[in-house]
């Protein structure tokens, strides 16, 4: 069975949407001004939420279904001076119905317009040095909590960027264990840089509380320490 | 002129960051050449296969991916993010998703599939996973823990599945070849011997 994305399949339909979206787009990151709008409760924060419907399974997928994806997917290497947060809270301010409206690859090639933009690639040969990735090696040293903790999640609203799902905010989980170290995304998202790393725990959650008595799985996600606080 | 398609746009942004420079087209055509052909080590489900597979035989090799799979992994490929290794067990069944964005064992198994992407598996794989994966065909019996990890964080995560029976005596390139990507989402099991055909099925 070969199925594709409805929201692919619904633009293909109406091509006068992207005509009227795209010059616009175009315009903006021509004239340098990489976002015209902050915020992170966005439409990229799907968990849980309805009316999606069944899964589009295709068989066998080419790993590219076009040849303008693969290289998009190999022109992120170009935009090197950014961090992994800032690439995915840019693709995170998209307008919601320009996201639900396009591919994975088309959310990625307007995050990379406006990355390439925002770091003079587009005008000047000067290229900013690359930033480099951490090593997801442990910091050693114990966090404010330990496995078998209560924990709740901090209510993280923000005009930035933050990695909490909102199913999760203020639901009380516990610590299973340390599960890595990494630079605050929030920060690594707003600056491009990444800063000094965090303790990440993995906390495990009553899917019954989060999601009704019907449900009775286990859900675990990963959490910076500043994300979580004592109940 | 007005560009209206991704193609175009893509083209564009191909063009200008050729122009200053940064972007070199024959560079991007042998990016692109690698990961379709994804020989050797390069990541893919193929070669997240042969893990498991060895896993399956393999005691000491199993322990160490349970308890340090970033080392473990490291003779395959070097993984820029940390990696967790998920043991299903006749009791528990794990599954992974990324609800935010497409988190994914890139490092081990490739590219995600575009049903990993979908909106339709990030939105509802947290709120009704039984549902979901019994349309893809798995069912999890009530009284098998289903344990969803969100991959919200740099931790990346990979199933270990069960090793089928009907594979006794079968050695690792043997194996491999009945360990399907979905089996390693957690939204599939290895096929039962007998089943494949020996090709590498990724749905």
């Known amino acids: ?231 | 002129m007005t560009e209206t398609t991704p193609a175009e746009r893509a083209a564009s942004l191909e063009r200008e960051l050729h122009e200053h420079g940064h972007v070199d087209p024959e560079a991007i055509d042998a990016s692109i050449a690698e990961a379709e052909s994804a020989e050797g080590n390069y990541p893919s489900p193929a070669l997240g296969a042969r893990v498991v597979a060895r896993a399956w035989l393999d005691p000491q090799f199993r322990q160490g991916l349970l308890t340090n799979a970033v080392e473990t992994l490291s003779e395959y490929v070097p993984q820029g993010v940390p990696i967790s290794v998920l043991e299903n067990t006749p009791k528990v069944h794990h599954v992974i998703v990324c609800t935010l964005c497409s988190c994914y064992p890139s490092g081990l198994l490739g590219n995600p599939p575009t049903w990993y992407k979908s909106f339709e598996y990030r939105s509802r794989v947290v709120r009704e996973p039984r549902a979901v994966l019994a349309e893809f065909g798995l069912e999890i019996e009530p009284d098998v823990a289903l344990r969803v990890h969100d991959s919200t964080a740099e931790q990346r995560y990979l199933v270990l599945p069960l090793r089928p029976a009907g594979t006794e005596g079968w050695d690792e390139g043997r194996l491999a070849t009945v360990v399907t990507r979905n089996s390693m989402i957690g939204t599939g099991r290895p096929l039962a011997p007998g089943a494949g055909n020996g090709r590498q099925p990724d749905a």
Not at chain 1, 118 to 131: C, I, K, V
Not at chain 1, 185 to 205: K, M
Request: some cysteine; hydrophobic content about 40%.
């Open chain 1, 1 to 231: 069975m070969t199925t594709t994305n409805p929201a692919e399949k619904a633009l293909k339909g109406q091509p006068a949407d992207r005509r009227v979206l795209a010059p616009r787009v175009a315009s903006r990151h021509r004239s340098g001004a990489v976002w015209d709008h902050l915020g992170v409760d966005g439409v990229h924060d799907m968990g849980g939420m309805h009316g999606f419907g069944r899964v589009p399974v295709e068989v066998d997928e080419p790993l590219f279904h076009e040849p303008w994806e693969g290289r998009v997917w190999a022109m992120w290497s170009a935009i090197g001076a950014t961090t992994v947060d800032r690439f995915r809270f840019t693709i995170e301010q998209m307008p919601p119905a320009t996201y639900l409206a396009s591919g994975y690859y088309e959310r990625w090639l307007w995050a990379i317009e406006r990355l390439a933009a925002e770091q003079g690639l587009l005008t000047s040969s000067d290229r900013p040095p690359a930033t480099a990735r951490p090593s997801p090696a442990l910091v050693a040293g114990e966090g404010w909590f330990r496995p078998g903790d209560s924990v709740r999640v901090r209510n993280a609203v923000t005009e930035g960027h933050t990695r909490v799902p909102r199913y999760l905010r203020l639901h009380i989980g516990q610590v299973e264990r340390i599960a890595c170290a990494w630079p605050n995304p929030g920060d690594s998202a707003a600056t491009g840089r990444y800063g000094p790393p965090e303790l990440v725990y993995t906390v495990a959650f009553d899917g019954g509380d989060l999601f009704g008595p019907h449900a009775d799985h286990t859900l675990t996600a990963d959490l910076a320490e500043s994300d979580l606080e004592q109940p």
